[in-house]
Every structure is written in C-alpha cells, then in structure tokens.
C-alpha cells in the first residue's frame, strides 16, 4: 500500500531557504492538522485553475506552455503551464520534506526588470546561473566573482533580485520567498513579486512568505496587494514527516505510548505504529507515530543508531490502509517525500529486516583508580592526537566523560569544573555483591534471552537488589572528602558514562539516567545517586540495545561524570553545529532547539512545544529563523535573548572548530559532520540574576 500515488515530482531545492524549510517540516511538533480540503489535478495545480490549457479562471489570461517538447531548458522567460515550472524545478538528494516543487527567479533591475526563472537542477545557487548567463552578455555589466555577487542580497543598490517561486502540495500554495538574510525592503519585495506575478499562470494565486525573523517584520509593510502566507499556514497542510529515510520489515502492530509505559513489550521483529511519540523505545524494525516528532528526541536518535525508519503520519493510528496490515508482516519504505507500505511473507521480511553491525567495544580498564579531575584526562598540546586520547581514555572513563575531559578545553564553552569516576568502582561494587556473577547466569538462562517479559522481570529485581546493596566504605570516604574539598556545600550531578557510548555511529541516547546527590544533605545522599546511575546500565532498554548491536554486556562498565547540579535553570538545550537539512552547502547554520526552565526538549511532557530554529551564526546579521516557538514563553517572546543566543552561537562555532580534526570529513571519510551538544542557561553563583551559558555535553552527531 502506497500512501498516494503521485505523477507530480515531489521537490524543492533552493539554496536560501531550503535548508530551515526541509528543517521545518521535518519536526512534526509544529504541524497542526492533515491536508486542505481543496482538491488537486495530477499536475498539482488547485482544481478551479485549469493547467492543461494554461487558462487561469481567476485572471481569465490564457496561458501557453513554453515547453512543448518534453526537454528541460536552461532557464524560461516566463511559467505558461504546470509541465513549465516541472520541466526546470529541482529535487535535492535528500529531503524530509513532502510535497515541494522550487524554482529559483533572477529579475535583473538593470535590463528592464528582465526575470528568468532558471533550471535549477541545472543550476543550484543563482550565482552559477547568473554568471553563466548575464555576465557581460549584450553590453550587461560583469559578475566578477561570487564574494561581490553576494552584495545582491545586502546592498540597495544591487543589480539582480534573487528568489524563489516555490509549489507546496500539502497546503497547495504558490509562494514567492527569499533569503532569510536578504535585507530587502518592502518596495523590492514588492516590485520582485510583481514581476513574478506577470510572468506567471499560477500569478493570480502567488502570495509572499516571509522565511525568517526579519523578513517577516518587513512583510508586514507590504501593501494589501502582496498576500502573504505564514510558515504556520504552510505546516497545516503537511501530513506525513519522514524522520529517518530507511526501509525495513517486520510484523505491522499498533501499541499507544501508554502502552509502553503499561508493560507492553514490543520486539526487534516488529513496526509500529503509535499514536504518540514515546520517550522510550526497546529495539523494533520501524517506528510510525501520529504525532510528529523532532529530529534530536530520543526515539528519532535511536532510529538513527539502528539504521531503522522512523516517520510521523497524522491520523495514523486509525488509517484504514494501515489497519487492513496489521499483525501481518510488511516492507516499510520511509522515503523524503512518501513512504510505501507493503504486505510479504514472514520468509521475505527475514531477509530484509535491519540487522546492524555488530559494535565491538574495548573492556572496561581496570587499571585507573583516581577520581580524575576531567582537564587531566587529556591534553589537546599533546603530539597524539585528540581523537586518539579520547578513544584511549572512554575505557576507564567512559564516552560522556571523555568528550567532556576534551570539551573542558573549549574556553567559550563555559563548561563546569567536573571530575569523573571511573569504571573501577562500578566493576568493584559489582564485584563485592555478587551482581557480576548473576549477569554471567543471565547470559545463558535460554527463557532470560527468548522472553521479553523474563529479562524485564530479572534486570528489574537485580536493579532493586543493587539499591540495596551496599558501596565499598574505602572508596565512599575518598570520594566524599573530594566533593567536600573541591566542591563543598555543592549539591552534585551523578551522570552516566559507559564505555559503550558516544562512539561516532552509536550514541546510545536516552539509555541510562543521572542522578542528583549531596553529601550535606539527608534527602539526597550520594550513596543513592551512585546505585541508581551504576544500576541504569541494566535497563530494559539499555539491555536491548546493547543486545540488538551486538554490544557484550560483560565488557560494559559504568563510569560516573560528577559535577555541580543546576537548580535555578533558565533554560536547557540541545543543538547541532550544522544545518542537518542544508543539502547544497551554501546554508550554513545551527539547529538549536531549546526550552523555558527545566522542562526536557528531547522528552517533553504535557505536549509541551519548544523553541527550534535555525541559527546562521556566520551570516551577515546572524538571522535566525524560527520553525516553531515554545508554548511556555508569551506569545511574541522567545526562551532566550539576543545576548543569549549569540553566546550560544559563540560556543557552537568553537566546538565544531575544536573537534573538527577529530570527527570532521578528513578524519571520518564522511561528507557531513557536527556536534550534537546539550546546554544549560543557569545562574553561576556571582553572575547576580543574569543566566549564564554552560554547556554540558559535546558528541559526535551520527547522521543527517
């Protein structure tokens, strides 16, 4: 079963905007509702404009097509027909975006407004078009290069307006956009659209819509005559978000997220589908939610780890299509535009199932037993490289406190004076209580390994036999004569750094806790913060996952990131340090998605929504443009200020600088490469009431 059988070509691919709007639509939280009830022709125009004969009933021009021979020229003068605006739109290599067809415009103000709507397949930026075309040709001044070609975007005294005319299937909208950074005035965007409008069979139901923050303070001077057309407008109309482009089989089921949380189990054969997003998720073949979902949330980082597709799809807990497959076993083809459902037999979905490679980690490193301050850890002045002194310190210390032993070097970071535990004094508390002896019997107990409901049952008693159990007296005294001497009268952050994680392909997010603890204070005690973190490593769900990649269980080790908790937090975050959906390498920005207080971004409760926006830090007037706001701020106010914002972009940049040797292209043999970073703004004792950045956590991103 194919969602929708479309003839039209699903694409959009302008290099200004596309990257934030691809973003856009990709999280799912912003969405509010399926599709307009309006109904579309195979060619994708609105059923009252007839695009066949190119006659617009609104306007009553007849139109013709200017492409009548099924080729794709390098640029048209004007749009006479639907088969026109196919013939030069481009699809970008990769999309979560449904339903967009794009077309780049050049109206050049010194030939007389003169407008080409340019193929932009053939032509990616409007520079490689522009200087292929107009430069020097007919007495028409010279492009020089494209360092000066950008004052177009700038200047008021530029040759060209540059944008793009882009079709939205979902809302069935015709819009006319420019950049985010474009600092055009309200006249220019009027007399661009104009030109466009002219020019154009679709010219009567052309509205503007504003991509970012400043355009949209801008569009709000434009006369009655430019209708313009919000992001929330066009998000309404879009019913299917692909998270994770993979395909998969297994067994079609329906579970709700309560169901989960109720003590249902779900297996490494099954898809399912939800009617929410959970936070948590064992190992399954494929994820459909009918609430969207964001690209940092767990499930969708999970997804990624295990190469399985993860999409959203409103009203899919109740599709009819979907329900006629259910307990039955299928192919699920999540792809950037659409995605195929289809009923095999059990021998084909065995084959095609997701079945990752298997991670081999380093044993646990017994041999370290200090309670290392993190800048001792590793030392970027060294000759060895850094990413050599990571992967030669996660053993004993674990992924987290490894990248945060690096990371403490990045000055702008701020990041907090921390120390780590290693993986000794788990392996030691292990050891003295017997609990190592009791995963060896699991290992090899044949009901523990086929029954879901066995394991869940006997790493629940062992987690609660660990609570109880008691901590080597030793270690107890050494440790809180450390937190008493560097870190006195400081309530703590426990934080869980296993050797098995934030290894580059493998983050394993979401699958262990952290936990607050004080040694002044009798309702937090340390003791508990250390067995309810060390005892995490024996979730259900940490358990499959490890299982599932082939991960040994006996050569895990928890190690324990400590530092200072953060009680009075304005905000925390999450953010990338690359624009995850910049498919043409000429948007570079930072996906930021952050929350008001303490409220989790990645977790949300209560359908809480969040500040998410692209950040284009190195663009000139640093832009940001908002793809969703958080419901827990006032209507108009955003979670952080301007001042914020730019020292969190300040950080961002460093750290992709700093770890750029280590995981950058050169380093991985990859085209694509960030940090996935967590931040916290928190008032620091002496800063008076003025929240300071501290960033917490900086790993390898695993994939766009």
């Given at each position: 079963?194919q969602?929708?059988?479309?003839?039209?070509?699903?694409?959009?691919?302008?290099?200004?905007?596309?990257?934030?709007?691809?973003?856009?639509?990709?999280?799912?939280?912003?969405?509010?509702?399926?599709?307009?009830?309006?109904?579309?022709?195979?060619?994708?125009?609105?059923?009252?404009?007839?695009?066949?004969?190119?006659?617009d009933?609104?306007?009553?021009?007849?139109?013709?097509?200017?492409?009548?021979?099924?080729?794709?020229?390098?640029?048209?003068p004007l749009?006479?027909?639907?088969?026109?605006?196919?013939?030069i739109?481009s699809?970008?290599?990769?999309?979560s975006?449904?339903?967009?067809?794009?077309?780049?415009?050049?109206i050049?103000?010194?030939?007389?407004?003169a407008?080409?709507?340019?193929?932009?397949?053939m032509?990616?930026?409007?520079?490689?078009?522009?200087?292929?075309?107009?430069?020097?040709?007919?007495?028409?001044?010279?492009?020089?290069?494209?360092?000066s070609?950008?004052?177009?975007?700038?200047?008021?005294q530029r040759?060209?307006?540059?944008?793009?005319?882009?079709?939205?299937?979902?809302?069935?909208?015709?819009?006319?956009?420019?950049?985010?950074?474009d600092?055009?005035?309200a006249?220019?965007?009027e007399?661009?659209?104009?030109t466009?409008?002219t020019?154009?069979?679709f010219g009567?139901q052309?509205?503007?819509?504003?991509?970012?923050?400043?355009?949209?303070?801008?569009?709000?001077?434009?006369?009655?005559?430019?209708?313009v057309?919000?992001?929330?407008?066009?998000?309404?109309?879009?019913?299917?978000?692909a998270?994770?482009?993979?395909?998969s089989?297994?067994?079609?089921?329906?579970?709700?997220?309560?169901d989960?949380?109720?003590?249902?189990?779900?297996?490494?054969?099954?898809?399912?589908?939800?009617?929410?997003?959970?936070?948590?998720?064992?190992?399954v073949?494929?994820?459909?939610?009918e609430e969207?979902?964001?690209?940092?949330?767990?499930?969708?980082v999970?997804?990624?780890?295990?190469?399985?597709?993860?999409?959203?799809?409103?009203g899919?807990?109740?599709?009819?299509?979907?329900?006629?497959?259910?307990?039955?076993?299928v192919?699920?083809?999540?792809?950037?535009?659409d995605?195929?459902?289809?009923?095999?037999?059990?021998?084909?979905?065995?084959?095609?199932?997701?079945?990752?490679?298997?991670?081999?980690?380093?044993?646990?490193?017994?041999?370290?037993?200090?309670?290392?301050?993190v800048?001792?850890?590793?030392?970027?002045?060294?000759d060895?490289?850094?990413?050599?002194?990571i992967s030669?310190?996660?053993p004993?210390?674990?992924?987290?406190?490894?990248?945060?032993?690096?990371?403490?070097?990045?000055?702008e970071?701020?990041?907090?004076?921390?120390?780590?535990?290693p993986?000794?004094?788990?392996?030691?508390?292990?050891?003295?209580?017997?609990?190592?002896?009791?995963?060896?019997?699991f290992?090899?107990?044949?009901d523990?390994?086929?029954?879901?409901?066995?394991?869940?049952?006997?790493l629940?008693?062992l987690r609660?036999?660990?609570?109880?159990?008691?901590i080597?007296?030793?270690?107890?005294?050494?440790?809180?004569?450390?937190?008493?001497?560097?870190?006195?009268?400081?309530?703590?952050?426990?934080?869980s750094?296993?050797?098995?994680?934030?290894?580059g392909?493998f983050?394993?997010?979401?699958?262990?806790?952290?936990?607050?603890?004080?040694?002044?204070?009798?309702?937090?005690p340390?003791?508990?913060?250390l067995r309810?973190?060390?005892?995490s490593?024996?979730?259900f769900?940490?358990?499959?996952?490890?299982t599932?990649?082939?991960?040994?269980?006996?050569?895990i080790g928890?190690?324990?990131?400590?530092?200072?908790?953060f009680?009075?937090e304005?905000?925390?975050?999450?953010?990338?340090?690359?624009?995850?959906?910049?498919?043409?390498g000429?948007e570079?920005?930072?996906?930021?998605?952050?929350?008001?207080?303490?409220?989790?971004v990645?977790?949300?409760?209560?359908g809480?929504?969040?500040?998410?926006?692209i950040y284009?830090?190195?663009?000139p007037?640093?832009?940001?443009?908002?793809?969703?706001?958080s419901?827990?701020?006032?209507?108009?106010?955003?979670?952080?200020?301007?001042?914020?914002?730019?020292?969190l972009?300040?950080?961002?940049?460093?750290?992709?600088?700093?770890?750029?040797?280590?995981?950058?292209?050169?380093?991985t043999g990859?085209?694509?490469?960030?940090m996935?970073?967590?931040?916290?703004?928190?008032?620091?004792?002496?800063?008076?009431?003025?929240?300071?950045?501290?960033i917490?956590?900086?790993?390898?991103?695993?994939?766009r």
């Amino acid at each position: 079963m194919q969602r929708k059988n479309r003839k039209r070509k699903l694409a959009m691919n302008s290099p200004y905007w596309m990257g934030c709007w691809m973003l856009c639509l990709h999280l799912a939280a912003c969405s509010s509702g399926g599709n307009n009830s309006t109904e579309t022709t195979d060619d994708g125009t609105d059923s009252d404009s007839n695009s066949e004969n190119g006659t617009d009933s609104q306007s009553g021009v007849a139109w013709e097509c200017q492409v009548t021979d099924g080729s794709s020229p390098e640029f048209l003068p004007l749009i006479g027909c639907y088969d026109d605006f196919t013939a030069i739109s481009s699809m970008p290599m990769d999309s979560s975006l449904p339903g967009a067809l794009s077309v780049k415009t050049v109206i050049d103000r010194v030939d007389e407004n003169a407008l080409y709507f340019q193929n932009s397949e053939m032509y990616q930026i409007h520079f490689d078009f522009a200087s292929t075309h107009l430069s020097g040709t007919d007495g028409l001044p010279v492009i020089t290069d494209a360092s000066s070609f950008e004052d177009n975007y700038y200047t008021v005294q530029r040759r060209f307006f540059l944008g793009a005319v882009t079709y939205y299937e979902g809302p069935e909208k015709w819009v006319y956009e420019i950049s985010p950074y474009d600092n055009a005035d309200a006249a220019m965007i009027e007399e661009a659209f104009n030109t466009i409008k002219t020019k154009a069979f679709f010219g009567d139901q052309l509205a503007f819509h504003p991509t970012g923050q400043a355009v949209e303070q801008v569009a709000k001077k434009l006369p009655a005559s430019v209708p313009v057309v919000t992001t929330q407008e066009l998000y309404e109309g879009t019913d299917y978000q692909a998270l994770n482009v993979a395909k998969s089989c297994g067994r079609l089921i329906f579970v709700t997220a309560s169901d989960l949380e109720n003590g249902i189990y779900v297996g490494f054969q099954d898809i399912v589908v939800m009617d929410s997003a959970p936070n948590d998720i064992s190992v399954v073949q494929g994820i459909i939610t009918e609430e969207f979902q964001t690209p940092l949330s767990h499930v969708n980082v999970l997804s990624q780890n295990r190469g399985t597709p993860n999409m959203g799809l409103h009203g899919a807990y109740a599709n009819e299509d979907l329900r006629a497959l259910e307990n039955k076993w299928v192919s699920l083809d999540v792809g950037p535009f659409d995605y195929v459902v289809e009923e095999i037999t059990a021998e084909e979905a065995l084959e095609c199932a997701v079945t990752p490679v298997p991670i081999d980690i380093t044993m646990m490193d017994l041999t370290v037993t200090d309670l290392a301050n993190v800048q001792d850890i590793v030392n970027p002045d060294s000759d060895t490289p850094l990413v050599d002194q990571i992967s030669a310190a996660i053993p004993a210390f674990g992924g987290k406190g490894s990248h945060y032993a690096a990371l403490s070097y990045v000055e702008e970071a701020n990041v907090p004076k921390a120390f780590v535990i290693p993986v000794y004094y788990y392996n030691q508390f292990m050891e003295e209580n017997g609990f190592n002896a009791r995963v060896d019997e699991f290992l090899v107990d044949d009901d523990f390994i086929a029954e879901p409901a066995i394991r869940d049952a006997k790493l629940t008693q062992l987690r609660d036999d660990m609570m109880a159990a008691p901590i080597n007296e030793d270690f107890l005294t050494a440790l809180k004569d450390k937190l008493n001497t560097e870190f006195p009268a400081t309530r703590m952050r426990f934080r869980s750094s296993t050797n098995a994680e934030d290894l580059g392909d493998f983050t394993g997010a979401g699958l262990y806790t952290s936990k607050t603890g004080d040694p002044n204070d009798s309702k937090r005690p340390v003791e508990d913060a250390l067995r309810e973190v060390w005892s995490s490593i024996w979730y259900f769900r940490a358990f499959e996952e490890r299982t599932y990649r082939g991960i040994d269980h006996k050569k895990i080790g928890m190690a324990l990131l400590v530092h200072h908790s953060f009680p009075d937090e304005e905000a925390n975050g999450v953010a990338v340090t690359s624009n995850p959906f910049d498919l043409s390498g000429m948007e570079p920005g930072f996906y930021i998605n952050v929350q008001e207080g303490e409220e989790s971004v990645v977790e949300p409760e209560g359908g809480a929504t969040t500040d998410q926006f692209i950040y284009y830090f190195d663009m000139p007037g640093q832009p940001m443009e908002f793809i969703e706001h958080s419901s827990l701020v006032p209507d108009g106010e955003t979670v952080l200020t301007a001042e914020e914002t730019f020292a969190l972009g300040r950080a961002l940049k460093a750290i992709h600088q700093f770890f750029y040797a280590s995981y950058g292209p050169q380093a991985t043999g990859k085209d694509w490469y960030a940090m996935d970073v967590e931040f916290k703004f928190d008032q620091e004792e002496g800063s008076g009431d003025t929240p300071v950045l501290q960033i917490k956590q900086a790993r390898p991103y695993p994939g766009r």
